[in-house]
């Protein structure tokens, strides 16, 4: 079975940051959370939670823009990597997955260490391309270089 995985797209990380082709990115995000819905895959969204961004304070809700589908499960993690400290593997578990999809907030950090983390889990892990930002000084190049990264630990990167 497959799962995606949206990552941090929280307020705090993606208001006022001018992140790097935003709409483009918010648009990609959304049809791959509707690719994903039609074809009954599971969806799991992932919160990021530390001293300065808490439940219920300002910036900590997903951005407005991005499908959000209440009944989907919801993880929250104080590290990069989704897997870390979390109930992830047991919600994937649960539900049998064996593949699963990244996309989301912010590409050399939490996105980057979620798919690797995905791999060490055993996960066929995809990186949706376009569906991942950031607001680098080279915000293109960090992009490619992160993907050449994880392509080169196995991470499969799909347009839908």
């Given amino acids: 079975m497959k799962a995606l995985l949206v990552v941090d797209i929280q307020g705090k990380f993606i208001?006022?940051?001018h992140a790097y082709k935003e709409e483009r990115f918010i648009k990609t995000v959304n049809h791959t959370i509707e690719a994903f819905r039609k074809a009954g895959n599971l969806i799991v969204f992932v919160h990021h939670l530390d001293k300065n961004i808490a439940p219920?304070?300002?910036g900590w809700e997903y951005d407005e823009r991005i499908h959000i589908n209440e009944k989907d499960p919801k993880?929250?993690?104080?590290?990069?990597n989704a897997f870390e400290g979390t109930d992830l593997r047991?919600?994937?578990?649960?539900?049998?997955?064996?593949?699963?999809?990244?996309?989301g907030l912010v590409t050399p950090n939490c996105i980057?260490?979620?798919c690797i983390g995905s791999i060490e889990e055993g996960y066929k892990t995809h990186l949706v391309k376009h569906g991942t930002t950031n607001w680098h000084k080279h915000p293109?190049?960090?992009i490619d270089d992160v993907e050449a990264?994880?392509?080169?630990?196995?991470?499969?990167?799909?347009?839908l």
Wanted: net charge negative; proline share 2%; charged share 40%.
């Fill in 56 to 58: 219920e304070t300002p």
């Fill in 90 to 103: 047991e919600i994937l578990d649960k539900h049998d997955i064996d593949e699963l999809t990244v996309c």
């Fill in 75 to 80: 993880v929250w993690k104080r590290k990069g």
């Fill in 149 to 159: 990264e994880l392509t080169e630990l196995g991470v499969t990167l799909v347009e």
């Fill in 15 to 17: 208001k006022g940051k």
């Fill in 112 to 114: 980057r260490s979620t």
């Fill in 140 to 142: 293109q190049k960090t």
